[in-house]
């Protein structure tokens, strides 16, 4: 099991326990604390998602590989992307971060069917747009919860 999905999981039974904690005898009855954080981020999964997580079934059912050896652009590297995942609804992915971050996160379109997405060579990456685009990549691969995002 991928440590984030574990902790993920373990969030979501902390978020459990906190939210469900019945209301102390004589206090305020809103007096229950919890992570707002980790109520937004649960409010974020995909029904499914959530499902395997209450259900203990998160493991990854396939990984795929993204070498980005020969990129030379980002029209490239989408299209590298494109190549290397096949998702569905790729003719009308938008082949920019927004689009991408829509597609890992959000099932949005170009979304990849593999829970685990492994970008290879991404040194290369660091010549496109002054190191930005990969930085946004990188901050994309920190943040998502849908898709585990490796960059190598």
């Known amino acids: 099991m991928l440590r984030k999905k574990q902790t993920l999981a373990g969030n979501l039974v902390r978020f459990v326990q ?3 904690r019945k209301a102390q005898k004589g206090t305020e009855p809103n007096d229950r604390r919890y992570d707002r954080k980790i109520e937004d981020r649960m409010k974020r999964l995909a029904p499914q998602q959530l499902s395997d997580l209450l259900d203990g079934d998160f493991e990854f059912d396939s990984d795929v590989t993204v070498d980005c050896v020969g990129v030379q652009s980002e029209a490239d590297f989408w ?3 494109l190549s290397a995942v096949k998702p569905q609804g790729a003719e009308l992915f938008g082949r920019n971060l927004d689009a991408f971050w829509d597609a890992v996160e959000g099932d949005g379109p170009g979304s990849p ?5 492994v970008f ?4 290369v990456l660091t010549r496109l747009s002054d190191g930005n685009f990969l930085a946004a990549l990188e901050e994309i691969a920190k943040d998502c919860t849908r898709v585990e995002i490796v960059l190598a």
């Open 18 to 20: 906190e939210y469900g």
């Open 79 to 81: 299209e590298t992307y």
């Open 113 to 117: 069917k593999q829970s685990r997405l």
């Open 120 to 123: 290879e060579n991404t040194v």
